[in-house]
């Protein structure tokens, strides 16, 4: 929330005066959600400049569709969609690029499971190190992770934004997830101490169904038997157990070390200043 923000005043009612031509309204909701939304441009925009580039875009673009505004959903999630399409509209480049393929076993392993590594969660507390690892994503895994885990949409606003269906999103997420991961390691190949992993079956499940699950039983996706079932096999295996509770770490702190957005100061002014501009 923009310092001196009168929370009393909603988004909505801000985007409806907006939509009316109040300027001042407007100016109030940039101030709020601007760091948000920068942001998410810096996730997936070329460089720093081209994500300012963006950012005036964006909000040019908002003054503009707030009549179209619908109220079924939340102001955060409309800038954000409108952020995605400007970005895609500016450049496609990453979303014509096919990532490559590794298969679930494998993210798993390069993310821990089957290691030890004491250092871990020690780790986590850093939010330098916290940002570096999300910095080095893909721009699709640090689109995702940022609307989940800082921006905290929900899985269907997330989806939404992303353009995903729900699968997709969900499969995403819980990739993204594990190469965060993997970035944690100090050593990305052979981070602790891992040794060869034999698969168990517990309670019905197989340890790959409970890699394969972690995202889903994580946020509350699962049917209430197969989080029961889940549960007595990490009772009973050492390594799910260990990497499922690293795997909540990481999510848990990514959530609270990095959900509130640096404000860049110069780089608001720039905007605002545009804006009137523009707007008049």
Do not use: N
């Amino acid at each position: 929330m923009a310092e001196g923000d009168d929370t009393r005043i909603s988004d909505e009612t801000l985007i409806g005066r907006t939509a009316a031509g109040d300027r001042s309204a407007f100016e109030r909701l940039v101030r709020r959600h601007q760091a948000s939304v920068h942001r998410f441009t810096r996730a997936l925009a070329y460089d720093d400049a081209d994500a300012e580039q963006a950012l005036q875009e964006i909000f040019l673009a908002a003054w503009r569709a707030a009549g179209r505004f619908r109220y079924d959903a939340s102001a955060r999630t409309w800038l954000l969609a409108i952020a995605r399409h400007a970005i895609y509209r500016r450049h496609r480049r990453w979303a014509d690029e096919p990532a490559g393929f590794a298969s679930l076993r494998e993210l798993g392993e390069a993310a821990g499971w089957g290691s030890e590594d004491e250092a871990f969660v020690d780790r986590l507390v850093d939010g330098e190190v916290l940002a570096q690892a999300l910095a080095s994503l893909s721009p699709e895994d640090r689109e995702i992770l940022i609307l989940r885990e800082l921006e905290g949409l929900s899985h269907e606003e997330a989806a939404g934004v992303a353009g995903l269906d729900d699968a997709a999103a969900r499969a995403r997420l819980h990739r993204a997830r594990l190469r965060l991961m993997k970035k944690l390691r100090e050593d990305p190949d052979h981070g602790g101490d891992r040794r060869a992993r034999e698969d168990r079956i517990v309670a019905g499940l197989h340890c790959g169904e409970v890699l394969a699950d972690l995202t889903a039983f994580l946020d509350g996706g699962l049917p209430a038997d197969r989080v029961r079932r889940i549960q007595e096999h990490v009772k009973d295996c050492e390594d799910c157990e260990r990497f499922g509770s690293e795997f909540s770490a990481a999510v848990f702190a990514l959530r609270e070390i990095l959900r509130e957005p640096a404000r860049d100061e110069e780089a608001e002014a720039r905007l605002l200043a545009r804006l009137r501009t523009e707007i008049g």
